[in-house]
């Protein structure tokens, strides 16, 4: 493994546990301590991490957005197994809006043969799936393009969901929480998803298990907005019972 993918798989770990140990990383890599060690010298120098005795935790605001790539390498396998169920869902002559996002672009590769449908979506690289679709109806938001998502943004992209009403919203998230909500890194992505909620006449989120249970920047709504859950199933039962009790349906793949 390179150093840069080693830096990178490192950082993961810090997204998912919030902290690592200098004899994890050693056992896990196959390197020396002091490779580890100097791992963590170089992150901690760049701002992504701090070094605590034995390890390191992560130095992150709610407000850091990793980037799209490098969300796309984690939780791979679960985020295809949700975007597949996910597509389950969808209905010939279905109108639906796809939200930005690793989970939601999973969703979109399972579309991409279905027939009769209306997407509306604010995402460049779900638009590059679908588009070669001549039965699907695809409707690009417009807006202020956001260079490191290739999404859209800003009052044009809010303006055009505020125009639709569909049948099936399918809602990313940053976090997830039974307090604070549904929380967005990006306060102008969480305005577009706002805007979405107002016209969806079903609402169904789609987030890996790594996302309950944190909170990010900006509040999108509070758990009352949502019809349907997918997730994975190495999420904490105890977490679906809550959300079953809230008369949320949930579904794991």
Do not use: W
């Not at 902290?19 to 196959?30: H, I, Y």
């Not at 990006?186 to 079903?202: F, I």
């Not at 999108?220 to 009790?245: C, H, M, N, Q, Y």
């Amino acid at each position: 493994m390179l150093s840069e993918e080693r830096h990178q798989a490192i950082l993961n770990l810090l997204e998912n546990q919030g902290a690592v140990q200098v004899t994890d990383l050693v056992a896990q890599f196959d390197v020396s301590e002091m490779t580890i060690r100097r791992d963590l010298d170089i992150l901690e120098r760049k701002g992504l991490l701090r070094r605590v005795h034995g390890g390191a935790v992560s130095d992150r605001g709610r407000s850091y957005e990793p980037p799209f790539m490098s969300r796309s390498t984690t939780q791979q396998e679960e985020k295809a197994c949700i975007g597949k169920l996910a597509a389950e869902l969808v209905r010939s002559g279905d109108s639906i809006t796809l939200d930005v996002g690793t989970t939601t672009l999973e969703i979109a590769r399972h579309l991409a043969a279905k027939q009769n449908l209306t997407i509306i979506t604010p995402c460049f690289q779900i638009a590059s799936l679908l588009c070669q679709n001549p039965d699907i109806r695809l409707i690009l938001t417009g807006g202020i393009l956001r260079p490191s998502e290739l999404s859209m943004v800003g009052p044009i992209a809010e303006q055009t969901f505020r125009q639709f009403f569909v049948d099936k919203l399918f809602l990313g998230a940053a976090g997830v929480d039974f307090e604070a909500g549904l929380t967005e890194f990006n306060l102008e992505d969480t305005m577009v998803k706002k805007a979405m909620l107002q016209s969806a006449k079903q609402v169904i989120l789609v987030a890996d298990s790594s996302k309950f249970n944190r909170v990010a920047f900006t509040s999108i709504a509070s758990l009352d907005v949502l019809d349907v859950v997918i997730t994975d199933r190495l999420l904490d039962p105890a977490i679906v019972e809550k959300l079953e009790g809230l008369d949320i349906e949930v579904m794991l793949a």
